[in-house]
């Protein structure tokens, strides 16, 4: 950056400021969470224990380390419901990321084969939802999908079910929920590798005896490799952890993580067994994370 | 000369259908004249009406649209200078640990978010309200922003930096006079994926609030927990119709498209 070099100045502000405002709101947290997941809970405010007192000096901060304890990652592997709702939330998170996958990548590919004009429209059209709230989009659902609800009068007018079932409060409504609301999230990053997909390359198989079939598996599909990996990650990664959408039209008998999350911390207010089940569930995502940031970083190289 | 299959044309048809018949038919039940929110009594402005006398709900719109300009505002600043950051200023120390703040948020669930910026709030004694909300939904956002306006720094042609250097202006005017106008339309495109995010967020606010600030989604969730209810088919619908005439309005004017996908990339 030798024409900025006047600017030095400036240019350590434009790091820092991001820099710091990040450690302060996102690591830092990070590192509270780790350190009240060691902790007890105490009917006190806050409510666990125990507190870094620096006032007390360095015996303050001798009896902080002698007070933390792993008690509640203990509690977290041997309480079933713990375990049971980290297995579910997998479950759900890698058959939805696989639906998504089976539903999104036509809808890309389809996208990519139009004209110019109409990839602009069909863009805006899948991304157009995704800009009105999530909550609107899971609640539209709930109108849908409630007993005597729209599926249900069509399912009964076509005869195909004799008394409407019940499809709210169901890993169904989930998988149909989640599917929803992520389906941009695996488009786009379909559509963004396989619009540069070099067609030539189709042409080439086919004048050489290749079935279509055989080409998409051949050609296609490893192409577009990338764009299906990061749509995989945008998608499984949230989806783990996600709240809103098996509250609104799953059950609660068997919640997934996110939800287990919010009853800890709201429900029973136990703070540090809330934020043992967060890092349990950050160590359990580390590895898609770390692997979405490296295909994130080489993207935004690549550009 | 591309070949659009019949199957690509179901595929596309199927898609499209399903991402949009679940918003259609609330908003057409929105205007149902019945209480009975599955069963259909003719048109009906009624639970519109309702919604102008219920001071909460309002009260908890305003405090949404305030919050989401803020916090917009300041995520796209923040955003904004940390694209630059990574795009312009090459290897600086603590580079890599940088970058993985900005790209970790974008997947992280919001759950974890929501708690651990509760938790230091809780430490430093925070006053929870309007404030601290608006800090966690900035720092949510301005990841967004920044991988936006990445891709539009990197794509722009650096010699017309150098030339306006070179010409004599300096670094800050050369930001404000040539930089700056070449990513407006990322930036904007930026500020109005934060103020949707913002605008949208259940569970960071829900968790980062305190007393007299419940915003419009909170508000509603705490509705729509037990079931349906026609005046929230009437909320959500005038939400629904403020995304779509701004979306469609941007768009209009190339910005979002421009920075999203980059026009001239498109290959025939």
Redesign the interface.
Same mark, same amino acid.
């Given at each position: 950056?030798a024409?900025?070099r006047?600017?030095s100045f400036?240019?350590k502000l434009?790091?820092r400021?991001?820099?710091i405002?990040?450690?302060a709101?996102?690591?830092?947290?990070?590192v509270?969470?780790l350190k009240?997941s060691l902790s007890q809970t105490a009917i006190a405010r806050?409510p666990y224990t125990p507190v870094l007192d620096l006032t007390a000096g360095w015996h303050g901060v001798t009896a902080f380390f002698a007070g933390l304890s792993f008690d509640n990652y203990a509690l977290i592997g041997s309480d079933p419901l713990y375990v049971l709702s980290y297995l579910k939330s997998v479950e759900i998170a890698a058959f939805a990321t696989l639906m998504l996958l089976v539903?999104?990548y036509?809808?890309a590919?389809?996208?990519a084969?139009?004209?110019?004009r109409w990839?602009?429209v069909?863009? =805006? &059209?899948?991304?157009? %939802?995704f800009?009105?709230?999530?909550?609107?989009?899971v609640?539209?659902?709930?109108?849908?999908l409630?007993r005597?609800?729209?599926l249900n009068d069509v399912l009964m007018a076509l005869s195909l079910v004799k008394t409407p079932p019940a499809w709210l409060a169901t890993d169904t409504a989930i998988y149909i929920g989640i599917v929803?609301s992520y389906?941009p999230f695996m488009?786009l990053p379909l559509y963004?590798t396989l619009?540069?997909l070099d067609?030539s390359l189709l042409e080439a198989a086919a004048d050489l005896g290749c079935p279509r079939w055989k080409a998409f598996w051949l050609v296609t599909l490893p192409l577009s490799s990338s764009g299906v990996i990061a749509g995989v =990650? &945008?998608c499984f990664? %949230?989806i783990?952890?996600?709240?809103?959408i098996p509250?609104?039209l799953g059950g609660s008998r068997a919640p997934m993580i996110?939800q287990t999350?919010?009853v800890e911390?709201?429900g029973n207010q136990d703070?540090p067994a809330?934020?043992a089940v967060?890092v349990v569930?950050?160590c359990l995502?580390v590895t898609p994370?770390v692997i979405?940031?490296h295909q994130?970083?080489r993207a935004?190289e690549r550009? | 000369m591309?070949?659009?299959?019949a199957?690509?044309?179901v595929?596309?048809a199927v898609?499209?259908a399903?991402?949009?018949v679940?918003?259609v038919?609330?908003v057409i039940?929105s205007f149902n004249a019945s209480r009975l929110?599955?069963?259909w009594g003719g048109w009906s402005l009624h639970w519109y009406a309702v919604l102008v006398n219920d001071a909460a709900l309002i009260d908890a719109a305003s405090i949404s649209i305030r919050l989401a300009l803020l916090s917009a505002s300041a995520a796209t600043v923040?955003?904004t200078?940390?694209a630059?950051?990574?795009v312009?200023?090459?290897r600086?120390r603590?580079r890599l640990l940088?970058?993985?703040?900005?790209?970790?948020?974008?997947?992280?669930?919001?759950?974890?978010t929501g708690?651990?910026?509760l938790?230091?709030f809780?430490?430093v004694a925070a006053d929870r309200g309007f404030w601290t909300v608006a800090?966690?939904h900035?720092?949510m956002a301005?990841c967004f922003v920044?991988?936006i306006v990445?891709?539009r720094l990197?794509?722009f042609d650096r010699s017309l930096e150098?030339a306006a250097?070179?010409l004599g202006a300096?670094?800050?005017k050369t930001f404000f006079a040539v930089t700056l106008p070449l990513i407006l339309p990322a930036v904007i495109a930026g500020w109005m994926l934060a103020f949707?995010l913002s605008?949208?967020d259940?569970?960071i606010a829900?968790?980062t609030t305190g007393p007299g600030a419940t915003t419009l989604?909170i508000r509603?969730?705490s509705e729509?927990?037990l079931?349906?209810k026609p005046e929230?088919?009437a909320v959500?619908s005038i939400?629904?119709a403020v995304?779509?005439v701004?979306?469609?309005t941007a768009?209009l004017f190339g910005k979002?498209?421009t920075a999203?996908?980059r026009p001239g990339?498109?290959?025939?």
């Open positions: 950056m024409n900025l006047n600017g400036l240019q434009v790091v400021v991001p820099f405002w990040l450690l709101f996102f690591l830092l947290p990070f509270i969470v009240i806050p539903v999104g036509p809808v590919y389809a996208i084969r139009t004209s110019p990839q602009a069909l863009v =805006l &059209l899948v991304i157009l %939802p800009w009105t709230s999530l909550l609107i989009r609640y539209a659902w709930m109108n849908i409630q005597d609800g729209l929803y389906l488009v963004a619009e540069k067609q =990650l &945008l990664i %949230p783990v952890g996600e709240f809103v509250d609104l996110g999350i919010w911390f709201f703070w809330a934020s967060a569930l950050v995502l994370i979405y940031q994130a970083m935004a550009d | 591309r070949k659009v299959s199957f690509n044309l595929s596309l898609g499209i399903f991402l949009y679940p918003i038919v609330l039940y929110v599955a069963v923040l955003g200078l940390a630059l950051a990574l312009r200023f090459g600086f603590g940088f970058a993985a703040m900005i790209y970790a948020p974008l997947v992280m669930p919001e759950v974890i708690l651990s910026l938790l230091l809780v430490a800090v966690a900035t720092t301005m920044t991988v990445q891709s990197a794509d150098e250097m070179d300096s670094p800050l949707a605008l949208d259940l569970v829900s968790f989604p509603i969730y729509v927990r079931g349906v929230m088919n959500c939400m629904i995304v779509a701004a979306v469609t768009s979002l498209t999203r996908g990339r498109v290959q025939t």
